[in-house]
């Protein structure tokens, strides 16, 4: 069904003249005519009696008229669905309690009017990209262990949270007491990580972290969640994970667990916005501008931090005459 004329049709039943309707919809009267003829022959009824007093709806428009505005209306909601500047901004994190669901939520309370949509679509960093590139989701914050040659054209790439490591252990721990561990010191310590899937980015992460400081990963063991995990580490006075420093895990005070800070150096995680260089939504211009704005990056001089080799990747937006679209 046209809906201009179905939107011409409610103007002049509203309006009731077709000079009337014409003026308020921008458009000959000549044009409203042709709309309403066009309408009346799709449904093979008449919708109006022309009178010299002007158009009076027959008993087949009253019956439409109703239908009419709720298919307007129908139409209203679906553009603002997915019409950029006025469909939520759809960003993708791997966990609601790590690092990028944090800094997302910093920026819902600095601009609490931008309508956020946060999904978890649960990928590594290649479905991710995919799903940007899709436009599935208009960004996604990952690591990206992969050089900028191999991305696809429109995707951009900005390095924007380092996120820093404790040390998760239980009051039995020796370690538990530590004010700060290095990554040497953990060389002599069972890092338990169950169910860590080989060829993802955070396994390229660990696996590269591992090597560099003689680290003993357990990745062994059925995943029976995060709950399960942290009770096992509380009841053990060997089991030692690694966290975000910014994950928010909960866990009962009977626990008593611990969060260690891993120092001199300092691994970091490093995190990256990925985003399609031609998306136009202004949400999308915001929250990169507040990540920049916000320093996620780490301050501590590079000789105290450790990155894998991969950790700098960027990708900066091509000049603007180069683009397809706008940021």
Known sequence: MDLDAVRTFV???????????????SITQQAVSKRIAALE??????????????????????????????????????????????????????????????????????????????????????????????????ASFHAVPVRARHLPAAIRVVRVIDEHHDLLVGPRHPLANARAVTPAQ???????????APGTEWADYYDELAAAFGLTIDVVGPVFGNEALLAEIADSAHLATLAGERTRYLWPDSYDLRRVPVRDPAPIYPMSLIWRDDNPHPALVALREHLDSRHTRTRIPDAEVWLPRWGNTTVPPRPPMERGGTT
């Open 11 to 25: 103007a002049a039943a509203d309006a009731g003249q077709f000079q009337d309707a014409a003026a308020a919809l």
């Open 41 to 138: 022959k799709d449904l093979e009824v008449r919708l109006f009696n022309r009178t010299p007093r002007g158009a009076q709806l027959t008993i087949d428009g009253q019956t439409f008229l109703p239908h009419a505005r709720e298919l307007i209306r129908v139409a209203a909601r679906a553009d603002a669905s997915v019409r950029p500047g006025r469909r939520a901004l759809r960003v993708d994190v791997h966990s609601r309690r790590t690092a990028p669901a944090v800094v997302l939520h910093d920026f819902h309370r600095a601009y609490p009017r931008i309508d956020l949509d946060v999904v978890t679509l649960d990928a590594d960093v290649h479905a991710a990209i995919a799903a940007v590139e899709a436009g599935a989701v208009d």
């Open 186 to 196: 953990l060389a002599a310590h069972r890092i338990w990580m169950p169910g860590m």
